[in-house]
C-alpha cells in the first residue's frame, strides 16, 4: 500500500489522532493482505518531525 498524503492539522498534533490513523490504515492493510506501506514523507529540514512521528510507529525511514 502506498500512502499518498498524511498530514494532520497544526493544532490537532500530538493529540494521538496520527497514530489512531496509522493503527487503523495498517489494520486495513493487513485484512487486505497487504504487508508492506510506503510513504513519502519528503527530505526537506522542516519535514523533522514527520519523520520523528513515523519512527515512533516503528516504521523503517530510508
Same mark, same amino acid.
Given at each position: 500500500?502506498?500512502?499518498? !498524503?498524511f498530514v494532520a492539522? +497544526?493544532? %490537532?498534533?500530538? $493529540?494521538?489522532?496520527?497514530? $489512531? $490513523? #496509522? %493503527?487503523?490504515?495498517?489494520?486495513w492493510a493487513l485484512? +487486505?493482505? #497487504?504487508?508492506?506501506?510506503? #510513504?513519502? %514523507?519528503?527530505?526537506?529540514?522542516?519535514? +523533522? !518531525? !514527520?519523520? !520523528?512521528? =513515523? +519512527?515512533?510507529?516503528?516504521? $523503517? =525511514?530510508?
Open positions: 500500500m502506498r500512502v499518498l !498524503a492539522k +497544526q493544532n %490537532s498534533r500530538q $493529540l494521538g489522532v496520527g497514530k $489512531l $490513523l #496509522i %493503527s487503523a490504515s495498517e489494520q485484512k +487486505q493482505g #497487504i504487508t508492506t506501506v510506503l #510513504i513519502n %514523507s519528503g527530505n526537506r529540514d522542516d519535514r +523533522q !518531525a !514527520a519523520h !520523528a512521528f =513515523y +519512527q515512533k510507529q516503528d516504521w $523503517l =525511514y530510508y
